[in-house]
């Protein structure tokens, strides 16, 4: 951009250069067979060309200059200006006068913008603390080390369209369910078609807080004894996997009549309490019903189940991913089997599950 400029301006010089040295009469010939090329030019083009703003300001200046020394400055424009119309030129020369009389305001006045920063302290303390007011979350930035005036939270507050703490406070299902989830386990079936078509009946149990899969088994008769043991040998199962934590106390089911009063009883002699979802309603039981599908989509899906050894190999080896690789949106990308802090260094791994199925990525020990 720089060079064209220089150029131009280079070139501009010699150009008047060149006019001193030339007599009349060699200006006289050198205007005429200029013209017959730039009327060459207007029949070839619709429209002038489009230049920018610094090829513009010589122009403007001859126009300024023949416009003070000619009588009819309008008739002489007409007749010397073949690229652009006349107005073109005037309107260049208006715009260049505006621009220099143009000037910004340095200081616009009033109060400085409050940073970015606080400003979404503000916003996420009222969101994630809906009782708290004002005064409260100015106390609380005051903590973190922020410096303002309480009235910077109300206007904050007022710009994001934030109730105060009285109509903001009302409680919802989600907050008021998501105090209990680590409390709460969920079960439910889903059928599987094998390559000769029999259906298996898959069971299995879910944890609310962590997501954590625990498979039951299946089987093609989901009898009363056969689910009754599933559901003491899950007791068994949770005994020592959740050792030291807090208990579950709530066991979430339809009413499909697979769960039996003895399966019910297993669960209430833990100190569990049943808890049936409506009929026909199943997002009652949403991450149950989020996680079949899950399991179909990523595992049976793809593949033909042979049989009901088949379907157990691939269900025990995607729980199995499920629970320990598999980031979840629902717990913060986490894993439901939490693990140790994830490497940042190191060659990156690849593991097949499933035969290449799926893919677990991770950072190899240096």
């Not at 208006?94 to 606080?118: C, H, M, Q, S, Y």
């Not at 369910?177 to 386990?185: C, E, N, V």
């Given at each position: 951009m720089i060079y064209q400029i220089v150029l131009f301006v280079w070139c501009f010089l010699l150009d008047v250069f060149a006019i001193t040295r030339l007599t009349d009469d060699e200006k006289d010939l050198e205007i005429l067979l200029l013209r017959q090329q730039l009327r060459i030019v207007e029949r070839?083009?619709?429209?002038?060309?489009?230049?920018?703003?610094?090829?513009?300001?010589?122009?403007?200046?001859?126009?300024?200059?023949?416009?003070?020394?000619?009588?009819?400055?309008?008739?002489?424009?007409?007749?010397?200006?073949?690229?652009?119309?006349?107005?073109?030129?005037?309107?260049?020369?208006?715009?260049?006068?505006?621009?220099?009389?143009?000037?910004?305001?340095?200081?616009?006045?009033?109060?400085?913008?409050?940073?970015?920063?606080?400003?979404?302290?503000?916003?996420?303390?009222?969101?994630?603390?809906?009782?708290?007011?004002?005064?409260?979350?100015?106390?609380?930035?005051?903590?973190?080390?922020?410096?303002?005036?309480?009235?910077?939270?109300?206007?904050?507050?007022?710009?994001?369209?934030?109730?105060?703490?009285?109509?903001?406070?009302?409680?919802?299902?989600?907050?008021?369910?998501?105090?209990?989830?680590?409390?709460?386990?969920?079960?439910?079936?889903?059928?599987?078609?094998t390559l000769r078509l029999h259906t298996v009946y898959v069971q299995f149990f879910i944890e609310l807080g962590t997501r954590r899969v625990y498979l039951a088994g299946g089987t093609e008769h989901p009898d009363s004894a056969w689910i009754a043991q599933q559901a003491r040998q899950l007791t068994w199962q949770l005994a020592d996997a959740r050792a030291g934590l807090e208990p579950l106390r709530f066991l979430i089911h339809d009413h499909d009549p697979k769960f039996t009063p003895s399966f019910d009883a297993v669960f209430a002699a833990e100190g569990m309490e049943i808890v049936l979802t409506p009929c026909h309603a199943p997002r009652a039981n949403a991450i149950a019903e989020r996680w079949i599908r899950s399991v179909r989509q990523e595992a049976l899906d793809p593949l033909i189940v042979l049989g009901q050894w088949h379907l157990r190999h691939v269900l025990v080896e995607y729980v199995d991913f499920y629970n320990r690789a598999r980031p979840h949106q629902g717990i913060e990308q986490g894993t439901p089997i939490r693990r140790p802090a994830y490497a940042t260094e190191g060659p990156i791994g690849r593991r097949e599950v499933l035969g290449g199925v799926l893919h677990d990525y991770f950072r190899q020990a240096a």
């Open positions: 070839q083009q619709v429209r002038g060309p489009t230049l920018p703003r610094w090829q513009k300001i010589p122009l403007v200046a001859l126009v300024v200059r023949l416009k003070a020394q000619a009588t009819t400055w309008r008739d002489r424009l007409a007749v010397s200006v073949v690229l652009f119309k006349p107005d073109t030129l005037l309107k260049w020369h208006r715009d260049l006068v505006r621009r220099k009389w143009t000037f910004k305001r340095r200081n616009p006045g009033g109060r400085p913008a409050i940073e970015a920063e606080l400003e979404g302290w503000i916003v996420r303390l009222a969101h994630e603390n809906p009782r708290w007011g004002f005064d409260r979350i100015h106390g609380e930035l005051l903590k973190l080390g922020f410096q303002l005036d309480p009235k910077t939270v109300k206007n904050v507050m007022r710009r994001h369209h934030l109730l105060p703490a009285p109509q903001r406070g009302a409680s919802s299902w989600c907050t008021f369910l998501g105090h209990y989830k680590h409390q709460m386990l969920a079960c439910d079936f889903f059928t599987v078609e």
